[in-house]
């Protein structure tokens, strides 16, 4: 069986796709891998957000367990996450309702837990089970664990 156009290139596949749409060729589209390819790409957007929030929160983490250690880094790190998860829910307003999702959570925060654990070499017994902080607090330049 001979490859597809879009398993030999994906990318010429995608140009060849959009230019079928633009020139309203519809029969001629590779409908269900068109709409495959349109779902992923809200699964790309969950997924950086998805990362990004691990690593905030793994930094918050690491800010609240290791308040000796506290550094510049530490800080625009979790700077820099914040500012980009904001302009991601700005860009992308729906990924907001991914937020409060328990499923979401569990897997973000085991991440950041992870992530913590390995960057600080503390035990899992140093960090909480679940996700202790609002999405807003975690957001929110103004806020540090420890510091309120």
């Not at 597809?4 to 060849?16: G, H, M, R």
């Not at 079928?20 to 495959?36: H, P």
């Not at 800010?63 to 980009?84: G, L």
Request: glycine share 4%; no cysteine.
């Amino acid at each position: 069986m001979a490859a597809s156009a879009y398993e030999k290139d994906v990318v010429l596949w995608a140009q060849e796709q959009a230019a079928l749409l633009r020139s309203g060729q519809f029969s001629k589209l590779d409908v269900e891998r068109v709409a495959d390819e349109i779902e992923d790409v809200g699964k790309a957007e969950k997924r950086e957000l998805a990362s990004r929030m691990a690593v905030l929160l793994a930094h918050l983490l690491k800010w609240q367990a290791q308040p000796d250690r506290r550094s510049r880094s530490w800080q625009s790190t979790i700077n820099e996450q914040r500012k980009r998860i904001g302009l991601a829910l700005e860009e992308t307003p729906s990924l907001r309702t991914t937020l409060p999702d328990p499923k979401w959570r569990a897997a973000v925060w085991a991440d950041a837990r992870v992530i913590a654990m390995t960057d600080t070499g503390l035990s899992g017994e140093a960090f909480p089970d679940e996700w202790p902080w609002s999405a807003e607090q975690a957001l929110s330049a103004s806020w540090l664990p420890g510091l309120d």
